[in-house]
């Protein structure tokens, strides 16, 4: 430990020499081949940390401070550029660039093609490179590109503009998992997930009122939607150098963290059993991801959702077009749609942290997009109608919140670092050919009603309820199957996760192990940082 720690954080922090350090944290002070970094960072100490409730506040704030707004900022503009293509459709795109038939639709739909091609060149990425440098150059790398959109002038410029598009943003998701993750506990991560994931709705509501003053500039040279097109870009290549000064690679490596923050910092992560961050590929962990039943309920259930998401997302201005109202209007009222993200998006995490389930919260967020559906089918599209029908559309913007509790089901209940970048490479190949799909079902002829598309969607938000019970019941499986593991090894067959507990909680579990004379480190968390995939160390325990 760093001798120069500050004495108030010294006190705050329980340490204590041990003879045999191993014995409780896997490691013996050397490097180890083939385990997380964090073994490493604890292991050049004999000392054994335990992170009070002060110290764990203090670092957990300024982890928020310092993590958080760059990832907002980065997932803001990563939203804002996709859904240019829907403002400049508002703004004359599709007659300026002489699109017709399913030309809309694929330039819809390309951007998730590039993702879908490279999700498994940025599993490895986020490995082998460092993670703050690798998101700062994506970045920079697609404000680039969508500033090169405002000179495509035709069908073929644009879909080649946007495939580019697509290949930089594959790495903004994969790599935000991956960074919450490394960060934060479990009981944490969904509340963060939430959090960049809630930028959709930020970026409907900010996004719409930008659209709509940049549509207002009239410009002999260049149309409204090139002007969108430009300023989009130039903003985003800007913020990339924020990015790669503010966003550090892991806790291990963070400045705005001294010596023995560090190692709080890595330590509290401890009871997650997910390690932290290392650059040894393995491909025994591929392997364990491909034959992993629930890597794919996590495909299914990401699958299913993006469909209606694409569709919606490339479609949505259209609709509310359709329902007989100018372009700016039609940029206005999409605000209150983002509004409506918002507050699922982070209504769903605080019922999901609250009740620690995803499950029934998953299930819940399907029923108001199943209703506005069911409204915007039996509704007549006209003009007298268009309060209800505006009612039924919010209604479907409920749907945002069912992905970023996707992802937090799925990257709390993985674990080891190749695993962890490979089952999130195959959640976002699942969500990728969703996108695709979702912008083919709906199509500029069949509106104003949009019938095949709505009634898809319906379908599958059923479909994702049913999803979501199997996932449930196979996560449950599989936490007494661990259990009779533990019982096997001669373990306690019953532990407390707590990972997942709130500080009340983790207070009251360390109480009733002192008072069995266990201490605080009874629960396990000897193979936390040996990077061993989640089917393999029973101490793991599965969330649902």
Known sequence: MDSKTDPESAQQATIETVEDPSKYNGFNGERHAGK??????????????????????????????????????????????????????????????????QDYSWLGSIVYIAQLVMQPVIAYFLVKLPTGKFAACMVLCW?????????????????????????FEASVAPTFIAITQMWWRRSEQTYRNASWYAMNGVTNMVGSLLAYGLGHIHSEK???????????????????VLVFLFLPDSPVDAKFLNDHDKVLAVERLRDNQMGVVSTEWKWEHVTESLLDIKTWCWFALIFSISIPSGGITTFGPLIVNSFGFNPFNTILLN??????????????????????????????????????????????HTTRNRGPLLVGYYLISFYPGISPLIYSWSSQNTAGETKKKTTTAILFIGQSAGNIIGPHLY??????????????????????????????????????????????????????????????????????????????????????????????????????
């Open 36 to 101: 997380d970094r964090a073994a490493e960072l604890l292991g050049n100490s004999s000392e054994r940390v335990v992170v009070s409730e002060v110290d764990n506040k203090r670092i957990l704030r300024r982890i928020d401070l310092a993590i958080l707004p760059v990832m907002l900022g980065v997932y803001f503009l990563q939203q804002l550029d996709k859904s240019t293509l829907s403002y400049a459709s508002v703004f004359g795109l599709i007659a300026d660039a002489h699109l017709g038939g």
């Open 143 to 167: 404000g680039i590109v969508l500033s090169c959109m405002a000179v495509a002038k035709n069908f073929k410029g644009l879909l080649a503009t946007r495939f580019f598009l697509g290949c």
């Open 222 to 240: 260049l149309h409204s939607y090139q002007i969108i097109f430009l300023a989009c870009g130039l903003l985003t290549v800007v913020f990339s």
């Open 335 to 380: 605000i209150p749609f983002g509004a409506v993200q918002i507050v699922a998006t982070m209504g769903g995490a605080a019922f999901a942290t609250w009740t620690k389930r995803k499950g029934p919260a998953l299930a819940l967020l399907c029923i108001p997009p199943i209703i506005g559906i069911v409204m915007l089918l039996c509704i007549k």
């Open 443 to 544: 199509t500029t002829a069949e509106k104003p009603l949009y019938r095949r598309g709505l009634i898809s969607n319906l379908v599958l938000f059923v479909v994702l309820i049913i999803i979501v019970t199997f996932t449930t019941l196979y996560l449950m499986f599989l936490n007494k199957c661990h259990a009779s593991r533990r019982v096997a090894l001669g373990k306690s067959e019953v532990i407390a996760d707590r990972s997942m507990m709130n500080s009340q909680e983790r207070a009251i579990s360390d109480q009733v192990d002192e008072a069995n004379g266990e201490g605080a480190w009874a629960s396990g968390g000897e193979k936390a940082f040996d990077d061993i995939a989640d089917l393999k160390n029973e101490d793991f325990i599965f969330v649902y």
